[in-house]
Each structure stands twice: as structure tokens, then as C-alpha cells.
């Protein structure tokens, strides 16, 4: 009875759109759905970072090289602030982190495709970065507030993310015959992983009935979905690229375009970790993590000894 | 999960000055093993972009916060003191500048 009360007052709190802060009573499906996205989404962030790492030491100029490496900086920061946002429901950080390590939480399946030429880290950028993008400025308006906040710092930083990539793909597209060739098998590679991104068709997506209710999510995996094809396709156009559809056309009673089927066998293999560098991804983190270990326990010791000396003195 | 040692040292809540003037403001938190370790790793997590000016570290530990459950008590004395704002008071028709 108590319960059927506060869920209740809950949700005309969401429908009044009153942001939900962490000490406030949440049903436990609420609180769950929350920790499972946010550190999805961070895990997405951390392990974001590595198919563009593998380009950073063959960046061509050093405009390239200082760019990508404030991009996959902001990366690891975004991450952490999902990972701050996820603590404040009461599951530490260090919880998260294990999840990841023994593959019991997912991250984007986009990062398990391999980054194979230059060209690939304007593709991550333009498309990978704004499909993010698209799903980001939708989730500032998310009912949970810390998680609300983040996104808004995160779309803040995020935008020079898709327009250095764009300048990257453009540049090639604009090049030398086989650097454009190289562009347009670039987009060939990420277009349908990239649009796969928002995740299955809203009749198939088991998790968007109590998220919408809950306005943990402000619109459904397809409404974002169309809102980045129509946005990317004329981007494609100027550069003179071809987007991989053949059955991509503007629809006009619709006032959006149409496109083809997407191949959801493959999503899912690659969702449950049959993707080209799915090993290898999970097998870097660990390592990093591994080697990372003496730092923290330098780090531990030294705080320990600060707290010891200020016994003392 | 309770078996996991805490590899990340605690919280600390972060605030930042965007300027001179202005008050700090509470931007987010962050892990760190001692204090000049949360100031250095709150400068490189939140002011990438000259974000600003001063930045303070307080251990989460360290902030008392009042609770939802009391909001209504808590905050209650104060909604019927309409006496505490200008609009409560009648001005003689005319009257300027006040």
C-alpha cells in the first residue's frame, strides 16, 4: 500500500517533469534500468578510446595527432562523469569497473569494429560521434537528474567530437583518387553499424515500455534513428560520398527518408560478443587494468602515509 | 559483489569558480586517493576548457546533506511568511523609486 503511495507521487513527479534526484524514493525497476544504461554508456565511453588510440601514434600531422588526443581525452572524462552519475544509485564505481572487466555489462557494440585506415577515424567522428550524439541531446532531457547534468556537460564538449571527423572524411573524400576510395570504404564499413547504434526497432526493444513512462528515455530507439539518417544523408551528398543503401530515398508525404533493412543477425552477434575485436577490446581494458595496478597501490600507500604524518604531527 | 576491495579511493565533490565574482558552483565528483591527487584530477576532469578560475575538493564524507523524507518539515517554516518579500507590502499610489 505504502509502495502503490509513493510510486504514485513518483510519477506525477515525472509527469509534473520534476527530475528525480538520488536520495529521492525510485521504484527498484527504475533504479536498476538506470544503473544498467549509465554504466553502459560509460563502459561505451572508456572503451571508445581504443580504436581511435590505435591511430594516435600514425596520426598524419601534428594538428591530427593533438586533436585526436584531446578527443580521446574527453572520452575518458565523459566516462567518468557517467561513472559518478551511476554511483549516485548506490553502486560503487569499483562495482561497475568488475562488471566490465568479466563482461557482465555491454558497451556499444560500435567499438568492437576494427579502426583499419585514416580514413576510419573520420567515419568514428562523423558518424559513431553523432549518432552519439543524436541519442546525447535527447538523454539531457532524462528524467534522473544527475544523469540529466551529465549529458548536458557531455553535449557541450561533444560537438567539436563529430565536426573534426566530418573535417577528416571530407578532406579525403576531396583527395587523391585512392584517398577517396578510402573515404567512401569507410562509410561502406560504419554506416549500418553506425544506424544499428540507437539499437533495435521500438517493437523489437524489450527495454523502452517503462523507460518512456519513466522518461528515462525522451524518444524511442527509431524516432532517433530516422532524425540521423535524415540529418547525415546531404552531409554525405557534399562530399560527394555515397551512403551503402540502395533503398535510401526521400520520402515526401513522410517528410523523412526511407532506408534499407538492417542486419539485426549480425547486431546481435556482435552484441553478445562475437564482433570482429570484441576479445580483443576486453582483453586491452584487463590489461590496463592490470598494469595500472601498481599505481594504485603507490597512490594508496601514499595517502596512507599522509594520514600517518598528520597523526604524528 | 562486497567481496571487491575498493580499488578507486573515496569521493570527493567537486566545485569551481567560473570567474572572479562569482560563487562557487557544484559541478561533480571524482576519485582520489589524497587531496592534491582530487585537485590535480579535478583540474584535468572538469576545466579541459577553462572552465575556471578556483577549484575546491571536499571529501564527500565531509557534507551533511537534509533528506527528502523531511523536505516538507524542514522547509515548512518558511511558506507562510509572505511578510519576508517586497510584494507583500502596499505602497501609497505614486510612490517611486522603492
Known amino acids: 500500500m505504502e509502495d502503490v503511495k509513493k510510486l504514485e507521487a513518483f510519477q506525477a513527479k515525472i509527469d509534473a517533469e520534476i527530475k528525480i534526484e538520488p536520495k529521492d524514493w525510485m521504484p527498484e525497476d527504475y533504479r536498476k534500468h538506470l544503473q544498467r544504461q549509465i554504466s553502459q554508456h560509460a563502459h561505451s565511453e572508456i572503451i571508445g578510446m581504443q580504436p581511435e588510440g590505435n591511430w594516435l601514434l600514425r596520426a598524419p600531422s601534428l594538428r591530427a595527432k593533438v586533436v585526436l588526443l584531446a578527443k580521446i581525452q574527453d572520452e575518458a572524462g565523459h566516462g567518468l562523469y557517467l561513472y559518478s552519475a551511476a554511483e549516485t544509485l548506490g553502486k560503487s564505481r569499483t562495482e561497475y569497473l568488475e562488471e566490465l572487466r568479466t563482461a557482465k555489462a555491454k558497451y556499444s557494440s560500435i567499438f568492437n569494429y576494427p579502426t583499419l585506415t585514416w580514413a576510419d577515424m573520420g567515419a568514428v567522428g562523423w558518424l559513431v560521434d553523432g549518432a552519439a550524439i543524436v541519442n546525447q541531446v535527447s538523454l539531457q532531457r532524462t528524467s534522473y537528474g544527475p544523469y540529466a547534468r551529465g549529458m548536458v556537460k557531455i553535449c557541450k564538449e561533444e560537438s567539436f567530437h563529430q565536426r573534426q571527423g566530418y573535417e577528416i572524411i571530407a578532406d579525403m573524400a576531396r583527395g587523391s583518387e585512392a584517398q577517396k576510395e578510402m573515404a567512401q570504404d569507410a562509410l561502406n564499413r560504419f554506416w549500418w553499424p553506425s544506424i544499428m547504434m540507437f539499437g533495435p526497432h521500438d517493437s523489437d526493444s524489450p527495454n523502452t515500455g517503462n523507460a518512456v513512462k519513466w522518461k528515462i528515455k525522451r524518444a524511442t530507439n527509431d524516432e532517433l534513428r530516422q532524425s540521423f539518417i535524415d540529418k547525415t544523408v546531404h552531409q554525405a551528398e557534399i562530399i560527394g560520398l555515397t551512403i551503402p543503401d540502395p533503398d535510401l530515398k526521400w520520402n515526401e508525404a513522410k517528410g523523412h527518408y526511407d532506408f534499407g533493412k538492417m542486419d539485426w543477425d549480425e547486431f546481435w552477434r556482435v552484441v553478445k560478443g562475437g564482433g570482429p575485436c570484441s576479445k580483443q577490446r576486453l582483453k586491452h581494458y584487463n590489461d590496463a587494468h592490470e598494469n595500472g595496478k601498481w599505481v594504485r597501490e603507490a597512490a594508496k600507500a601514499y595517502s596512507d602515509k599522509q594520514l600517518t604524518k598528520e597523526k604524528v604531527a | ?98
Open chain 2, 1 to 98: 559483489m562486497s567481496e571487491i576491495t575498493d580499488s578507486q579511493g573515496p569521493i570527493w565533490e567537486v566545485f569551481i569558480q567560473s570567474k572572479p565574482g562569482l560563487a562557487h558552483k557544484h559541478v561533480g565528483n571524482l576519485h582520489a586517493t589524497d587531496e592534491e591527487m582530487a585537485l590535480q584530477n579535478a583540474r584535468d576532469l572538469y576545466t579541459r576548457r577553462q572552465e575556471g578560475t578556483c577549484i575546491w575538493v571536499v571529501p564527500f564524507e565531509a557534507i551533511t546533506s537534509s533528506t527528502p523524507e523531511d523536505d516538507e518539515s524542514f522547509f515548512e517554516p518558511n511558506n507562510d511568511k509572505a511578510y519576508r518579500t517586497p510584494t507583500h507590502y502596499v505602497m501609497p499610489e505614486g510612490a517611486k523609486h522603492i
